[in-house]
Nanobody, 121 residues
Framework: QVQLVESGGGSVQPGGSLRLSCAAS????????MAWYRQAPGQQRELVAS?????NYADSVKGRFTISRDNAKNTVYLQMNSLRPEDTAVYYC?????????????????WGQGTQVTVSS
């Protein structure tokens, strides 16, 4: 089992910055990728950024958000700059955890509890 604890959400004015953190703990073998998703009220959950063998960003956050990870701490970060009201959402981290099996490997996704980000003047 892997547990995820998110932190860093809050309220900020347009143009401001926030940094989200998501720390994984438990019986960790290999974290193959980490990602941030968000879900605004009435909207589907969408991928914001991911980091694994490469990094990927949603077009709406390119140039403003930066995803990074600290493998020693099993932690993923999301630095959010130049925030806009449309960035308001609950942000979730997702971790892909890979473990060995007798047939090869097995990967399971784990989700954080979510942290609210509100951008408003």
């Amino acid at each position: 089992q892997v547990q995820l604890v998110e932190s860093g959400g809050g309220s900020v004015q347009p143009g401001g910055s926030l940094r989200l953190s998501c720390a994984a703990s438990g019986n960790i073998y290999t974290i193959s990728s980490m990602a941030w998703y968000r879900q605004a009220p009435g909207q589907q959950r969408e991928l914001v950024a991911s980091i694994g063998s490469s990094t990927n960003y949603a077009d709406s956050v390119k140039g403003r958000f930066t995803i990074s990870r600290d493998n020693a701490k099993n932690t993923v970060y999301l630095q959010m700059n130049s925030l806009r009201p449309e960035d308001t959402a609950v942000y979730y981290c997702k971790v892909a955890h890979t473990t060995p099996t007798i047939w090869g490997t097995s990967t399971r996704d784990y989700w954080g509890q979510g942290t609210q980000v509100t951008v408003s003047s």
